[in-house]
């Protein structure tokens, strides 16, 4: 299915909501759609030690937060570098950073960067701006992992304006449920779920036949507590957004029920 014009879009839902799940099937429905995560741009940055991958580690092993403008100087240099952006007029560190060489979507708590609660940002970061962005539907794209709050989605205003952003939403208890009943292949990654993706021998990987484990953070206390800091995060990022006119809500009890609603609204604004 063909876009009629650009889409910039960002997911944001509570861990276990599905996000990479509607990412893959909103990529494979819209094929001018790519994937951008802003884990995989910094883990590629830091892999080749490019200057922006280098100033990232130092500050990741000395334990503080990957700054918002070293992300954001990832970001506008990967949409320079697929032509979306023009670059700045001066030439910045940005523009030293590589890109990144997936185009999956990452996992929902894939990211490797933390970013700093609501707001530490006083002031705005200071990242060089850029020229509107490409409205062509080929620069169209899912933004993963950023922004993260509201301080962070007025920064990103400034390079590349979200014209979409979704709120998935499904009610705590099934996120509940379906946290409980996660298990996972250490090896490879494989995730299962007793209640919609079942291993066809409980408690063992389909392809190996390796016991299965659960994550230690898969359990209702830590679940509680990341629902927690989700939603004092989210809700002024979401209020952003809404004020902005971007703003969408789709509900469900399981992804399947979510995605029909999802391609609705996105064919709404991006097709007809």
Do not use: C
């Not at 809500?249 to 064919?267: A, N, R, T």
């Amino acid at each position: 299915m063909q876009l009629r014009r650009a889409a910039r879009v960002i997911l944001v839902g509570a861990p276990g909501v599905g996000k990479g799940t509607q990412s893959e099937r909103l990529l494979k429905r819209f094929p001018q759609l790519a994937s951008i995560s802003t884990g995989d741009l910094l883990r590629n940055n830091v892999k080749n030690r490019t200057p922006l991958g280098i100033k990232a580690e130092s500050t990741m092993r000395a334990g503080g937060l990957v700054a918002d403008e070293l992300m954001l100087r990832l970001i506008s240099s990967e949409l320079r570098h697929r032509g979306w952006l023009q670059p700045p007029d001066i030439m910045t560190l940005s523009s030293e950073a590589t890109t990144t060489t997936s185009q999956s979507p990452a996992a929902d708590d894939a990211s490797s960067f933390a970013s700093p609660p609501p707001g530490l940002l006083a002031t705005p970061v200071n990242v060089p701006s850029s020229s509107p962005p490409s409205e062509d539907p080929s620069a169209s794209f899912i933004l993963d992992g950023y922004p993260r709050n509201a301080a962070q989605a007025h920064t990103l205003d400034g390079i590349v304006p979200i014209n979409l952003a979704v709120s998935i939403q499904t009610p705590f208890s099934v996120l509940l449920d379906r946290i409980a009943g996660r298990w996972v292949h250490g090896p490879s990654g494989r995730i299962y779920n007793t209640t919609f993706n079942a291993p066809l021998v409980p408690g063992r990987d389909d392809l190996t036949g390796e016991p299965l484990v659960q994550r230690p953070d898969d359990t209702e206390e830590v679940y509680r507590a990341r629902f927690q800091k989700f939603q004092e995060a989210s809700e002024p990022l979401l209020e952003h957004y809404a004020k902005k006119g971007v703003l969408i809500e789709v509900q469900g009890m399981s992804s399947d029920e979510i995605s029909p609603k999802l391609y609705h609204e996105f064919e709404r604004r991006f097709i007809t």
